[in-house]
């Protein structure tokens, strides 16, 4: 069934094999879809979403995202005042988490236009306040390929055992390490559990104002670091 969406919607994509499928799908759900696709840097690619939209509010799908069949984005309402994004909870296709991570996101045009470049997590830098609904809007589907898997947990782990952008409590961080880097089932499973670990690992020999962080978010970088763990 497709819905009409209230927002105009952009799917983001880099290098991800399921990415023209996913890409399908969510234009079947939502209608027209614009995408966004190879842009290097993730700040950049998100900054770009602002400028191929004309509403004031746009949906962002990462090209991990596999829309659940009963989300309705018709039924969405525009962000309230001083709210610069709102997140739904995905269900994570190895490890079962459900969570923020790789979930759909309504953000406000301006607020992607105005990002800040002092945080590692690229939204967490939007100036406002941010939304996390307890709604889940469908699966991220990350483990797509060995590396794929591994950049995801990598790249997740590391900024929890940084220490959450978003405000996650320390306990919830530490329960979903704990799951992240011990529990794993499906295609690319043990990839994306050592990706976590690796993450945990770089995370605790990189000080959290280091200028290496912002190495997660260079896909090129990434790809060293995986070629070198292999």
């Known amino acids: 069934m497709t819905y009409s969406s209230p927002f105009d919607v952009v799917f983001l994509s880099y290098d991800e094999p399921l990415a023209d499928a996913l890409y399908a799908r969510l234009s079947d ?20 979403t602002a400028e191929m939209v004309d509403s004031d509010f746009l949906f962002i799908a990462d090209a991990d995202f596999e829309v659940a069949p009963d989300f309705n984005p018709s039924q969405v309402d525009a962000l309230d005042d001083g709210v610069a994004m709102r997140v739904w909870r995905t269900v994570n296709a190895v490890n079962g988490l459900v969570y923020g991570h790789g979930g759909l996101k309504l953000c406000r045009r301006q607020a992607l236009r105005d990002i800040r470049d002092d945080v ?10 941010i939304e996390f609904t307890p709604a889940v809007a469908g699966r991220t589907r990350f483990n797509q390929s060995a590396w794929h898997a591994w950049r995801a947990g990598f790249r997740e782990c590391a900024m929890l055992a940084r220490g959450c952008e978003y405000g ?17 089932t499906g295609p690319y499973a043990e990839e994306a559990v050592r990706g976590a670990r ?9 000080p959290p104002d ?6 997660l978010n260079d896909p090129a970088w990434l790809a060293q670091r995986y070629a070198a763990s292999r």
Request: no cysteine.
């Open 29 to 48: 759900m939502f209608g027209r879809v614009k995408r966004l696709h190879g842009v290097h840097g993730m700040r950049r690619a998100y900054q770009l």
């Open 120 to 129: 590692v997590d690229v939204l967490a830098g939007l100036p406002g306040r």
């Open 168 to 184: 996650t409590t320390s306990t919830e961080a530490h329960a979903r390490l704990e799951t992240w880097t011990l529990t794993g």
């Open 198 to 206: 690796a993450g945990v690992a770089f995370a605790a020999d990189t």
């Open 210 to 215: 280091d200028g290496m962080w912002q190495n």
